[in-house]
Nanobody, 123 residues
Framework: QVQLVESGGGLVQAGGSLRLSCVAS????????MGWFRQAPGKEREFVST????????FSADSVKGRFSISRDNTKNTVYLQMNSLKPEDTAVYYC????????????????WGQGTQVTVSS
């Protein structure tokens, strides 16, 4: 069982930056590929970024490429999402998720989810 706790969300002006963190419980964090997803009001949950267990492989959605970067520190059981050049359309609840295996973009493949952290970008 893995428990995930996100933090770092908040209110920021367009063009600003935030760094989200997700801390995982358990001793085998490096076995899990991690993903970030987001859900805006009235919309379906969408993929943002994913990273392999070692951190050597990452992939991000086209909508955030060049602005967001995912990373992890396996010594701290933590995955990060650095968000730069934020836009109002980035406003959403951001969730981290974990599953054993390779990085993947489909939310249905992830077994564990955090409670989410709100990111609001004002224009």
């Amino acid at each position: 069982q893995v428990q995930l706790v996100e933090s770092g969300g908040g209110l920021v002006q367009a063009g600003g930056s935030l760094r989200l963190s997700c801390v995982a419980s358990g001793r085998t964090f490096s076995s899990y590929a991690m993903g970030w997803f987001r859900q805006a009001p009235g919309k379906e949950r969408e993929f943002v970024s994913t990273i392999s267990g070692s951190g050597g492989s990452t992939f991000s959605a086209d909508s955030v490429k060049g602005r967001f970067s995912i990373s992890r520190d396996n010594t701290k059981n933590t995955v990060y999402l650095q968000m730069n050049s934020l836009k109002p359309e980035d406003t959403a609840v951001y969730y981290c998720a974990a599953h054993i295996g390779r990085p993947i973009v489909t939310s249905q493949s992830y077994d564990y989810w955090g409670q989410g952290t709100q990111v609001t970008v004002s224009s």
